[in-house]
């Protein structure tokens, strides 16, 4: 089946230690996304790839990054982790940036900053 | 600042009866609506959209009305089933790019059998 994976589901790292999570796609979609999701909270856009174009949202703070290696592959890199970045993580893809394209998600990573 | 609004955390509803899950929005500019749809452990699924030059879109037991002079959207599920019991999202994009799709917080819906 088609899918969106995204590893490791559970992730834990300490306050200001780098930590790298990871997006895989195999619907060769040419868009993919991250949200963080604070408990209680909204789903809420850090940035998109279109292909190899970077699209980072006006509030996503610097100390989140991103890569996209290849079509397949996008990784989500937050440089010093503080207790509020912990959160969901969700990845998303969708087969081009019209509003009616469909974005489908990954389970997401919980990510917890001790 | 919330610019779509789920006002309701939770919502219980017996089998078989309809459940309406609320949403409000403030952007004018908003012109596409989505409903996802997310079960525990798993990612939000898409559900049903809407355009705003539409005030209905139905899709099976699901029906999204949508009240453009009250920024408001309603997800009405007839008949309800246990297995429809999830947390749904209410969404809106200003249109153009799907990149910016702005979500609710979420309603937690029980549909008790």
């Known amino acids: 089946d088609a899918m969106v994976i995204q590893n490791p589901r559970y992730q834990v790292t300490q306050f200001g230690k780098p930590v790298t999570l990871s997006c895989s796609q195999t619907l060769n979609h040419n868009v993919m996304y991250w949200y963080q999701q604070k408990s209680s909270q909204a789903p809420k856009l850090l940035f998109h790839?279109?292909?190899?174009?970077?699209?980072n949202e006006a509030d996503t703070p610097d100390n989140f990054q991103s890569r996209r290696p290849n079509t397949s592959f996008c990784f989500l890199d937050i440089r010093s982790p503080g207790l509020g970045d912990a959160a969901m993580y969700l990845c998303?893809?969708?087969?081009?940036?019209?509003?009616?394209?469909?974005?489908?998600f990954g389970p997401g990573t919980r990510l917890t900053v001790l | 600042d919330q610019q779509v609004k789920q006002n309701s955390p939770s919502l219980s509803v017996q089998e078989g009866r309809i459940s309406i899950l609320n949403c409000d929005y403030t952007?004018?500019?908003?012109?596409?609506f989505l409903w996802y749809k997310k079960y525990p452990a798993e990612g939000p699924t898409f559900l049903i959209s809407i355009s705003s030059i539409k005030d209905k879109n139905e899709d099976g037991r699901f029906t999204v009305f949508l009240n453009k002079s009250a920024k408001h959207l309603s997800l009405h599920i007839v008949p309800s089933q246990p297995g429809d019991s999830a947390v749904y999202f209410c969404a809106a994009s200003p249109g153009g790019s799907q990149g910016n799709l702005i979500f609710g917080k979420g309603t937690k819906l029980s549909v008790k059998p």
């Open positions: 790839y279109y292909d190899k174009d970077f699209n």
């Open positions: 952007n004018s500019m908003f012109d596409y």
């Open positions: 998303a893809t969708s087969n081009g940036l019209a509003v009616y394209n469909e974005q489908f």
